[in-house]
Nanobody, 119 residues
Framework: QLQLVESGGGLVQPGGSLRLACAAS????????VAWYRQAPGKEREGVSC????????YYADSVKGRFTISRDNAKNTVYLQMTDLRPEDTAVYYC????????????WGQGTQVTVSS
């Protein structure tokens, strides 16, 4: 079974923090770029962040830059998204994806984890 499984979502108050994890099963992430996307009801899917497989370069959407940090731990076959200073507009289902390159074709999608930011 080839899967990406997201975890760490939940309900937080504005200004709070969450760390999402994306764990691969059945394959290794070492040679994939891994991206985080999010989608809110009635809105198109939005790219949030990406980390390369080569030198670990990172990319962020302007809407999250300075608040979110993407990282990877190849020994654990896991990619993380540390989210701080969360805002209501961050509410969405967050998905991770394994890509050939950042901005390229997606090879695997996770099922998503819900993040809700509300007081």
């Amino acid at each position: 079974q080839l899967q990406l499984v997201e975890s760490g979502g939940g309900l937080v108050q504005p200004g709070g923090s969450l760390r999402l994890a994306c764990a691969a099963s059945g394959f290794t992430l070492d040679y994939y770029a891994v991206a985080w996307y999010r989608q809110a009801p009635g809105k198109e899917r939005e790219g949030v962040s990406c980390i390369t497989d080569s030198d670990g370069s990172t990319y962020y959407a302007d809407s999250v830059k300075g608040r979110f940090t993407i990282s990877r731990d190849n020994a654990k076959n896991t990619v993380y998204l540390q989210m701080t200073d969360l805002r209501p507009e961050d509410t969405a289902v967050y998905y991770c994806a394994a890509d050939g390159r950042c901005g390229g074709l997606v090879h695997y999608w996770g099922q998503g984890t819900q993040v809700t930011v509300s007081s």
